[in-house]
């Protein structure tokens, strides 16, 4: 039985699950603006879409494209815009 | 607000979104045996884990891993085997 979570009113929506080496869960975020903190170190990957990120302690935004990746430590709080609904794939260390 | 859809007792669960020019849905299967049938044309990409599948018609198994795809066309039933959890992307025509 694979467990859901639900965020921002039903706007960004995880599925977690067990890669072979990580714990880790697929989501979709729908179009619009959020803020995350990491517990744990999390690695972003783009699955479909396109995420525009503040990274933790950056005053610049840098957009993530399909297939691309990044990395947020634990403990960071990160922003996010969306423009297009976007799939992504993340694993907790 | 993302709509969540649980397949075999929830062993297989996925978001609906659209993607800028296909409706598309990211899941998760859990370890197991599973046959789909499908409505529309759909192109399956493995996200994480494996899927080893015998398409329509064929008699032997495949196994697609990490960023490896195959389309199913509509109305059509495809086994699948899943040995690990798996994350998937499928878009439909």
């Known amino acids: 039985m694979l467990k859901t979570n639900h965020y921002f009113d039903g ?16 989501g979709v975020m729908a179009i619009g603006e959020y803020t995350f903190d990491t517990s744990q170190r999390e690695t972003m990957t783009v699955v ?3 995420l525009t990120v503040q990274l933790p302690g950056n005053e610049t935004w840098e957009t993530f494209r399909q297939g691309d990746q990044f990395i947020v430590e634990a ?11 976007t799939a992504y ?5």
């Open 75 to 85: 403990n960071q709080i990160f922003n996010l815009k969306v423009e297009v609904e």
């Open 89 to 93: 794939l993340c694993t907790y260390q």
């Open 48 to 50: 479909s879409g396109a």
């Open 11 to 26: 706007d960004v929506v995880s599925i977690a699950f067990q890669t072979e080496t990580l714990p880790a869960t697929v």
